[in-house]
């Protein structure tokens, strides 16, 4: 690939009609560059609500994987479990989306212990370890489908699918403790 001095490059943008001067092309770096201040969410997030952005799709992704999973593989067993037994692994699944939006309300059951002896949890680990466990509740909603599947189950799995991922999709973390609030409590 030829490479392009500064001559060649005032020349592309002169070409393309971009003036490196214009304040179209400045706010086009800054947007691309992130320091953009646009109000919408996309570019004025956090290093936490972006990581907590990033770790949601990657469970809608591999929600989508999983389901993907069980539409190639046929199930195994030839004997289909009993149906109180599906029924029982279906009301766990929905039982553990319903705890995935109501997790929020109780950071203390969940985060309410320090992993070292006498440090606190800060605010951010707080919110950070409730989101991580409302999404895993939307995943074992979908990890209950591919169990009921692999067992030969006679119920829709496919809805059991498509609820942890919906539920995922629907769910919003919040925004996460501002830093002023994070030192204060650290102090």
């Known amino acids: 690939m030829p490479e ?14 971009i003036a490196l001067s ?10 691309i560059s992130g320091a953009y201040d646009h109000r919408s969410e996309r570019y004025n997030m956090s290093a936490p609500d972006r990581v907590m952005r990033i770790l949601k799709y990657g469970f809608v992704f591999s929600g989508l994987l999983f389901a993907f999973v069980a539409m190639q593989i046929p199930a195994q067993n030839q004997r289909p479990p009993e149906h109180m037994m599906e029924t029982v692994i279906v009301l766990l699944a929905l039982l553990n989306v319903a ?10 059951l969940i985060a309410g212990q320090s992993p070292r002896p006498g440090t606190a949890l800060t605010p951010v680990s707080r919110w950070m370890s ?6 895993a509740c939307f995943e ?12 030969g189950a006679r119920t829709r799995i496919q809805l059991l699918f498509a609820t942890g991922i919906i539920a995922m999709l629907i769910w ?13 409590q650290s102090s």
Do not use: D, K, W
């Open 22 to 31: 214009s304040p179209t092309y400045i706010a086009r770096v800054q947007r």
């Open 130 to 135: 409730t989101n991580l466990v409302s999404l």
């Open 99 to 108: 705890a995935g939006f109501l997790v929020r309300h109780f950071p203390t």
């Open 4 to 17: 392009l001095n500064g001559s060649g490059i005032s020349f592309l943008a002169t070409f393309s009609g």
């Open 140 to 151: 074992a909603c979908i990890l209950f489908g591919l169990i009921l599947h692999m067992l």
């Open 172 to 184: 919003r973390p919040g925004t996460a403790p501002a830093a002023e609030q994070v030192g204060s």
